[in-house]
């Protein structure tokens, strides 16, 4: 974690919400203090969107997780052993998981896209347990996209915009739309993507998930979803929501889980205003996280081990205390 | 130059003519000479509503809104494109018939014809709204320095854009709560321009340089078409270029059909634009026909009164019959500067503006619509002697260079104790914050909830007042200085019906300023060094070698205690006092030793409160 992060890729305050692009209501809560980016926590009083404010340009998005990413985040970053790595993250063991909610609803032959596939954990057990499947994806970064993909067969594309209209019957975003800076513009090309009763299925952090400290809000997570505000996010893309709340899989406590259909007359529409209750909830969440002496300290601690040991021996540490099972979600 | 208005609901239907048409009203002296609105058929329910000052092509054919035949496409638009004719050319090459003499029908087709990509070819100052027929989105911009203002304001259900947040406040039916994060930072700095935040909640301003859309189901989009060059990029300035670029800016600005003024101070920058506009005059719509100069009635502001300088200049030039003395007593009446409050919207940082407030109405009353005036140049080109030469020393004595920190102190162009005040920057924050919140009198009027609420801004306002002189030049330019000087001039201007075309702000001369090296555009012992260098062999020497000391509305920014603040501090309302201790602040003003202080900041937020929300 360094102590002043390269801000030259964040974009114009233009004071809109990320998710709906409203001004005014927007609550303004603290900076953001894991990266000491600059970036405010803002919550918005019509959606109930709750977001890092600026975000990133396009090209300072690709900058911050070519070069920044993996050194902000010890986590990410393996030290000496990959094989421990994979083991203590447990990318395949929650991937097998994901695929078993899924794969029943999926026919044979089905093309099946996912967005930000990360190391490729999730395509390499669904080419394994369901060779029928054709496989697609996207991954902005190319050096460890096929890491984890065994023998499966990816057919990787730039990004959803480039896939051709009603393309695929699935689609899949695992802890993705939380770092894309456009939620509804990324949902509204999975929605173009997919056929007429096309299934899409979304994993993201829960904003009243158990969260106790302000580091859980960084640079790379722009938005944070509560059960209404991904719903609404779904549903004005044009989605049928099928399901959408606490994650169906304990081991992935913390985290949302939607599920939604696309219908075959697709009608997008400006996201709806969320109810007081929802918009209050959030706020009292929110408020209930301040920021002591002891996070202080805890901070200072953390970026003197990375000066003295790397990021690769923190990151060790970190993966042995959350190894898996029970571990953090992973791609 | 004219005011304009676009209103998206995404609601149920809804009639919105009647709530666009006020709040086209209050847009009326920005456009005296015609209104019109059009209305959308097609859902979402969008108007657009235009005030127009009439300058390029006066007749009635060259309205606004303005509806392309081919597309269906609409446009509203405040500003003007100055390379409208080369453009319209290009169009004419490609196909396009005209039918106006109008730069507004050359954005119209230039849109269909290249899309977003008009907006880079473009050499002018605009702010606009395009409801695009084929995708239904509505697509607004602003030029690259953002010279005309544009606002938005979007509430979920309803988006609504406009030149000034009064039409905004009029369509709403009132004004949004007093921005805190805004205000702080004003007292603070005398900055509110920094981010795209008002001092409303929740109106923004739109940010320049960027293309925006809003779709018909509500979603927003936002690309850069322009990005400011970094050293290295273009090629620097010289004099000879310098002067060359400057010569053609101020030829492009002087065409117009209607007659042209310019501002003369007598400084520098303004004896420049009105020579060159003088030299550039060929065309009865290619002339320049009046300069103005603000003077005061008051013998004992005569330190103040460039005047006779300027009379100097007019008659070495040849043309002492085009130049007008308008003069005012400095201080003005309690009427005055609340109007003067009102038309700007938000609290302004020097009361000096008044000149130009009055300068401009004079100048209208004569028949003139087109002033062309020096902004921009004090940003660009290093103008600021007491701003920029101590940091040049700050950042000799930061990389060791004693030497040279020891010469540049030796031209005494600042007070030693403006380097004491720079290096206050360097200490650590738990230090600088209470020395400021003691010792600077605005934010020793800043009351203590908010003062608490916000202080934790104070880090990215100490990182800012570190920027070494490069970063500070350019920061000046694109972030604080400048557009604080643009929104002051723009309101004052257009309050009185002007359009003001600054040169100074043609974005090729820009450019190539901003990878010029900051030393080399102040200088050591002047400032502006390249511009005096540029113009040395065919001005005056009193004009090219005098320091710049003066300036429109000099005497007012030093008259603080004099102004008629008593009676406009009394029946404040209470809510005021979340923001400023209005009672340390009438103490202050009360002090015999308050004349030019940072005071006025508070006074400013004390007086626009009192407008907007008593």
Redesign the interface.
């Known amino acids: 974690m360094p102590d002043t992060f390269w801000q030259r890729g964040l974009a114009n305050d233009s004071g809109q919400c990320r998710l709906c692009g409203a001004t005014l209501g927007q609550r303004h809560f603290w900076t953001e203090v894991y990266a000491n980016s600059g970036q405010q926590l803002r919550r918005c009083g019509h959606c109930a969107g709750v977001y890092l404010a600026p975000g990133f340009t396009d090209q300072g998005l690709d900058e911050f997780y070519a070069e920044h990413y993996r050194q902000l985040f010890p986590a990410e970053v393996p030290w000496f052993s990959k094989e421990r790595f994979f083991s203590w993250r447990g990318d395949r063991a929650v991937a097998q998981q994901r695929l078993q909610l899924i794969a029943p609803q999926l026919a044979p032959g089905t093309r099946l896209f996912e967005l930000g596939s990360g190391f490729g954990a999730f395509l390499g057990e669904a080419a394994a347990q369901r060779p029928d499947l054709q496989l697609l994806a996207s991954e902005p970064d190319v050096t460890h996209c096929s890491t984890l993909l065994g023998r499966a067969q990816v057919h990787f594309v730039a990004g959803l915009d480039t896939l051709e209209p009603a393309s695929l019957e699935g689609l899949v975003a695992f802890h993705t739309l939380e770092h894309v800076t456009a939620p509804l513009a990324t949902l509204d090309l999975a929605a173009r993507a997919l056929r007429p009763d096309g299934q899409l299925w979304i994993e993201v952090p829960d904003l009243f998930g158990d969260w106790t400290s302000r580091l859980f809000v960084h640079p790379a997570h722009l938005s944070y979803f509560c059960q209404e505000s991904l719903r609404n996010l779904a549903q004005a893309a044009g989605f049928e929501i099928l399901s959408c709340g606490p994650h169906p899989l304990p081991s992935l406590h913390g985290n949302l889980w939607l599920h939604a259909r696309r219908p075959a007359a697709l009608l997008q529409r400006p996201l709806h205003a969320e109810t007081e209750q929802t918009i209050e909830a959030i706020d009292n969440r929110i408020m209930r996280v301040d920021w002591r002496l002891r996070d202080s300290l805890k901070a200072l601690a953390k970026r003197t081990a990375m000066r003295l040991l790397g990021p690769g021996a923190v990151g060790e540490w970190q993966r042995w205390r959350h190894r898996h099972p029970g571990g953090e979600p992973q791609k | 130059m004219c005011g304009l208005i676009a209103v998206r609901a ?1 609601s149920a239907a809804q009639n919105l003519e009647p709530s666009v048409r006020r709040a086209l009203a209050s847009l009326a002296r920005r456009g005296p000479d015609g209104e019109g609105l059009a209305t959308v058929e097609q859902a979402p329910a969008t108007v657009l509503g235009h005030r127009r000052l009439a300058i390029y092509d006066t007749r009635s054919v060259a309205a606004q809104p303005m509806r392309c035949p081919h597309t269906g496409n609409s446009l509203v638009f405040n500003g003007a494109i100055y390379n409208f004719r080369s453009l319209r050319d290009e169009l004419r090459a490609a196909g396009c018939v005209f039918v106006t003499d109008s730069d507004t029908e050359v954005l119209l087709h230039g849109w269909r014809i290249w899309g977003e990509a008009l907006f880079a070819r473009c050499n002018g100052m605009w702010a606009l709204v395009i409801w695009d027929a084929a995708s239904g989105d509505l697509v607004f911009c602003r030029d690259r320095l953002g010279v005309k203002p544009l606002y ?6 309803t ?1 609504i854009l406009a030149s000034e947040i009064s039409a905004i406040a009029e369509f709403r039916g009132g004004y ?1 709560a007093p921005n805190p ?1 805004t205000l702080f930072d004003f007292l603070v700095t005398s900055y509110s321009e920094q ?3 008002t001092f409303f ?4 301003a739109v ?1 320049p340089g ?1 293309v925006y859309r ?1 779709s018909r ?6 690309r ?1 078409y322009h990005h400011w060059p970094q050293p290295g990029e273009l090629e620097p300035l010289t004099p000879e270029a310098l002067r060359e670029l400057l010569a053609d800016a101020v030829s492009l600005r002087l065409r117009a059909d209607v007659p042209v003024a310019s501002l003369l101070s007598g400084g520098l920058d303004s004896s420049i634009i009105t020579h060159l506009a003088l030299q550039a005059s060929d065309a009865p719509q290619h002339r320049l026909q009046g300069a103005f100069t603000y003077a005061y009635q008051e013998s004992e502001h005569a330190a103040f009164d460039e005047s006779a300088k300027a009379t100097a200049f007019m008659h070495a030039s040849g043309n002492p019959d085009l130049h007008r003395i308008v003069r005012f007593a400095a201080i003005p009446s309690a009427d005055e500067l609340m109007h003067l409050v009102g038309m700007q919207g938000e609290p302004f940082a020097t009361p000096s503006i008044l000149a130009g407030f009055r300068t401009y109405r004079t100048i209208a009353e004569q028949g003139f619509k087109v002033v062309l005036g020096g902004e921009g140049a004090d940003e660009l080109l290093g103008g600021y002697t007491l701003r920029y030469h101590p940091l040049a020393v700050r950042g000799a004595l930061h990389r060791g260079q004693w030497r040279q920190a020891a010469r540049l102190m030796g031209h005494q162009t600042f007070p030693r104790t403006l380097l004491l005040n720079r290096m206050i920057w360097d200490m650590p924050l738990a230090m600088i914050t209470p020395l400021l919140r003691r010792l600077r009198p605005s934010v020793q009027a800043i009351s203590g909830d908010l003062w608490a609420a916000q202080r ?1 801004r104070m880090e ?1 306002i100490r990182d800012n007042a570190r920027m070494d002189l490069e970063q500070r030049l350019r920061d000046d330019q694109l972030n604080s200085l400048l557009p604080r000087v643009l929104r002051m001039a723009d309101r004052t201007s257009m309050d009185a019906g002007i359009e003001l075309r600054s040169p100074f702000m043609d974005y090729r001369l820009i450019e190539r300023a901003l990878v010029t090296p900051a030393a080399e555009r102040v200088g050591e012992q002047r400032s502006k060094m390249l511009l005096r260098s540029a113009f040395r062999a065919e001005l005056p020497a009193s004009v090219v070698d005098t320091p710049k000391n003066t300036g429109f509305g000099h005497a007012e920014q030093f008259l603080l205690r004099r102004l008629p603040w008593e009676p406009l501090l009394e029946d404040l309302p209470a809510e005021l006092g979340n923001v400023i201790d209005v009672a340390s602040l009438r103490r202050r003003l009360r002090d015999p030793h308050t004349e030019h202080s940072t005071l006025w900041q508070a006074l400013a937020v004390a007086l626009w409160y009192r407008r907007f929300y008593a």
């Not at chain 2, 909640?201 to 923004?204: K, P």
């Not at chain 2, 189901?217 to 936002?222: I, L, N, Q, W, Y």
Request: hydrophobic share 30%; glycine share 10%; aromatic share 4%.
């Open positions: 995404f938005l304001c979007h509430d979920g259900q988006a949004p994060e981010s795209q935040a909640q929740g109106i923004q940010a960027q809003l189901s509500g979603r927003s989009r936002t850069a934790h990215a």
